[in-house]
């Protein structure tokens, strides 16, 4: 099926942007005091498009992850699976994209001026490599996509991201939905560390809690799209082994650290959406553009 652009205007209930009205989760719970004191640091808002967010909790059985990782994932916004990977299927991803790489690399070094930046990125692989397309298309990434979204899933996003070593750039805090806003917001980032990731080397780090609200106002910045002014004092560092994999949220509020080490960190970052998912826009009318996310060469159903 392809893509098409559908414009419709639409009146959107008034909503605050205040976080008051989330005081209670959808599941009756109520947040604990360090999560509210988190939560007051979202204070420039929602984003314009999420007027009525509540989390929902994945229903099992799960075929790949456990009950206590989806505690995790409902109560922090993400889970680690250990050794999702072994050293030999780290080694033919790394194969697939380190070409890659180098051809990005050495296109920054012809250019005549201007810093190189802190990270590079590659993204849709899998138009490119065939190894690849099956990593997203069978096995654990899949499978963990289903357990969290449902039986019909789809490929939203996939891309290689290395960090240069010797480099103070950080990712700043953001939410993946907040740049392309997506219907439902609640679907998938899985992050397969490629190298071992640490706080040295630019590992990633969650602001626990902050999913539940949904999709922040975001803006732009130096260091890209944002939605915290400031480090949250409760943030959870998440250091990775090769082969490990970070799951969270597409909501879930996440940064990475510079690297300071003096290698590369690697790692293959593969997103899911449950299928049916449409981006939301605002449309050149002022209404909404809505576009349904089903491309067939890059957006497949797996599974």
């Known amino acids: ?130 190894v690849l397309r099956r990593f997203c298309a069978t096995g654990v990434l899949p499978d963990v996509a289903r357990d969290l979204l449902g039986p019909r899933v789809r490929l939203f996003w996939e891309q290689a991201v290395y960090k240069r070593p010797e480099h103070s750039q950080a990712f700043a805090w953001h939410q993946d939905n907040g740049k392309v806003f997506v219907e439902p917001q609640q679907y998938i980032t899985c992050w397969v560390a490629l190298t071992d990731a640490t706080e040295e080397n630019g590992c990633l780090s969650v602001a626990p809690g902050l999913h539940r609200l949904g999709t922040l106002r975001h803006w732009q910045s130096e260091q890209g799209w944002v939605c915290l002014d400031e480090d949250p004092a409760d943030a959870v560092p998440v250091p990775l082994s090769a082969g490990d994999m970070a799951i969270f949220s597409s909501v879930t509020t996440h940064m990475t650290y510079p690297n300071r080490s003096d290698s590369t960190r690697k790692a293959y970052v593969v997103q899911y959406i449950p299928d049916g998912a449409v981006a939301v826009d605002r449309g050149d009318d002022g209404g909404t553009a809505i576009t349904p996310q089903d491309l067939d060469d890059r957006q497949f159903l797996v599974g």
Request: hydrophobic content about 35%; charged content about 25%.
């Open 1 to 130: 099926m392809t893509a098409q652009h559908i414009c419709v205007t639409v009146h959107r209930p008034q909503f605050e942007c205040g976080l008051a009205r989330y005081a209670v989760h959808a599941d009756g719970c109520r947040p604990d005091d360090s999560w509210m004191r988190l939560a007051g640091m979202a204070h420039r808002g929602v984003h314009e498009f999420n007027a009525g967010f509540e989390w929902r909790r994945p229903d099992g059985p799960f075929r790949r992850i456990t009950d206590e990782q989806v505690d995790s994932y409902c109560e922090q916004g993400f889970f680690v699976i250990p050794n999702a990977y072994d050293a030999d299927e780290v080694d033919r991803m790394a194969a697939e994209i380190d070409p890659i790489q180098a051809r990005i690399n050495a296109t920054l070094e012809r250019r005549a001026s201007g810093d190189r930046p802190g990270f590079t990125i590659a993204s849709n692989l899998v138009l490119r490599s065939p």
